[in-house]
T-cell receptor, first 112, second 113 residues
Framework: KAGVTQTPRYLIKTRGQQVTLSCSPI?????VSWYQQTPGQGLQFLFE???????NKGNFPGRFSGRQFSNSRSEMNVSTLELGDSALYLC???????????FGPGTRLTVL | AQSVTQLDSHVSVSEGTPVLLRCNYS??????LFWYVQHPNKGLQLLLK??????LVKGINGFEAEFKKSETSFHLTKPSAHMSDAAEYFC???????????FGSGTRLLVRP
C-alpha cells in the first residue's frame, strides 16, 4: 500500500503570497490531519478532515484553511504569507478518528 | 483537558546502553497514548501505541513503553541503543471527545559511538 504523499516537498514564497499544499492519504483512509512543525513551537495541530467535513480545528488564524475532496485527498491553503509561516507542514491520514495516524514526509515552506 | 509533558528535551546515551525517554500525561479518563519517532528531514513514524489493553506495550525496533496510571506516565525504553535510534521522539495523547492528537515537545535522542 502506498503511504501518505505530500506535494510539493519544498516551497519558497515571499511575504504576502498565498500557497496551497496537497496531501494524498493512504488508500481507504478517510481522515486527514494537518500539522505545522517549527523549532520554536514544535508540532501544532492545524485541522482535521473526515469524509469531507472539518472535524477539528487548531488555534490558527483564518489565513490557514483547508478542504478535503470526495477521494479523501486534502489541500491546505495559507493566504497572505508571513515570515513566521516558514515551517514543515505535515499531513497524516487515519482510517478512523483518533486512530493511528500515518504521516507523510512533509512540505517544507520557506517564506522570504 | 488532556496534555502531555516530555521531561527531557535532550537525552544522550552511548551505543549499546539502555534508553529511557520520559513522558507524563494529564487526562481525565483512560487515554490513548502513542510514541512517534522522527528522523531528520523525515515524517513521523509510529513506534507504539497504548489503547487500554496490556499496560506494557511493545513497539518496533525493540522499543517498549509501560503505561502507569498511578504515576500518569508512559515512558519509552529500549534495552540497548543503536546509532540508528538517533532521532526526535514524540509522546502523544489523544483527546477524548474530539480525538485530536496532542504532541509533547519532543525529546532528541543522541547516540554516542
Amino acid at each position: 500500500k502506498a503511504g501518505v504523499t505530500q506535494t510539493p516537498r519544498y516551497l519558497i514564497k515571499t511575504r504576502g503570497q498565498q500557497v496551497t499544499l496537497s496531501c494524498s492519504p493512504i488508500s481507504g483512509h478517510r481522515s486527514v490531519s494537518w500539522y505545522q512543525q517549527t523549532p520554536g513551537q514544535g508540532l501544532q495541530f492545524l485541522f482535521e478532515y473526515f469524509s469531507e467535513t472539518q472535524r477539528n480545528k487548531g488555534n490558527f488564524p483564518g489565513r490557514f484553511s483547508g478542504r478535503q475532496f470526495s477521494n479523501s485527498r486534502s489541500e491546505m491553503n495559507v493566504s497572505t504569507l508571513e515570515l513566521g509561516d516558514s515551517a514543515l507542514y505535515l499531513c497524516a491520514s487515519s482510517s478512523t478518528l483518533g486512530g493511528e495516524q500515518f504521516f507523510g514526509p512533509g512540505t517544507r515552506l520557506t517564506v522570504l | 483537558a488532556q496534555s502531555v509533558t516530555q521531561l527531557d528535551s535532550h537525552v544522550s546515551v552511548s551505543e549499546g546502553t539502555p534508553v529511557l525517554l520520559r513522558c507524563n500525561y494529564s487526562s481525565s479518563y483512560s487515554p490513548s497514548l502513542f510514541w512517534y519517532v522522527q528522523h531528520p528531514n523525515k515524517g513521523l513514524q509510529l513506534l507504539l501505541k497504548y489503547t487500554s489493553a496490556a499496560t506494557l506495550v511493545k513497539g518496533i525496533n525493540g522499543f517498549e513503553a509501560e503505561f502507569k496510571k498511578s504515576e500518569t506516565s508512559f515512558h519509552l525504553t529500549k534495552p540497548s541503543a543503536h546509532m540508528s535510534d538517533a532521532a526526535e521522539y514524540f509522546c502523544v495523547v489523544v483527546t477524548d471527545s474530539s480525538y485530536k492528537l496532542i504532541f509533547g515537545s519532543g525529546t532528541r535522542l543522541l547516540v554516542r559511538p
